[in-house]
C-alpha cells in the first residue's frame, strides 16, 4: 500500500503563489510517476502536471508558464509551485502517484485532496 500525505492548499489573491507538497510512503519499490489533478464543482477530474522517474514532464495547457512540478527531498516527494494564480485555478487538488510495491504489485494511489482558493 502507498500512503501519500499532501500541504500547502490555501486562500490566495489573484496574482499570488502556492505550493503544494505531497510525499508517499508505503511498501514502495518503485514510483513510475507522481502528479497533481484537480476537481471544481460539477466538472471532471483534470490532469494539472506530472513527472515522471526520468524527470520528463506534462502540464494541462491552462497552467504551462505558471505552475512547475518537481521532485524534492525528502524522497518520493512532489512539489507543485503554483504562480500567477488565477480564479478559475479554485479546486481541490489530488496528489497521485503510480508505483511499484516490494511485492511486485503495481499500485495508483490518491492523495485526500488540498483546496486551493483564489479569491479577492
Known amino acids: 500500500q502507498v500512503q501519500l500525505v499532501e500541504s500547502g492548499g490555501g486562500l490566495v489573491q489573484p496574482g499570488g503563489s502556492l505550493r503544494l507538497s505531497c510525499t508517499a510512503s508505503?511498501?514502495?519499490?518503485?514510483?513510475?510517476?507522481m502528479g497533481w489533478y484537480r476537481r471544481t464543482p460539477g466538472k471532471q477530474l483534470e490532469l494539472v502536471a506530472t513527472i515522471t522517474s526520468a524527470g520528463r514532464t506534462n502540464y494541462a495547457d491552462s497552467v504551462k508558464g505558471r505552475f512547475t512540478i518537481y521532485r524534492d527531498s525528502p524522497e518520493n516527494t512532489v512539489i507543485l509551485q503554483m504562480n500567477s494564480l488565477k480564479p478559475e485555478d479554485t479546486a481541490v487538488y489530488y496528489c497521485?502517484?503510480?508505483?511499484?510495491?516490494?511485492?511486485?504489485?503495481?499500485?495508483?494511489?490518491w492523495g485526500q485532496g488540498t483546496q486551493v482558493t483564489v479569491s479577492s
Open positions: 497521485n502517484s503510480d508505483s511499484e510495491l516490494l511485492n511486485s504489485d503495481s499500485s495508483v494511489s
Open positions: 508505503g511498501s514502495i519499490y518503485s514510483i513510475n510517476s
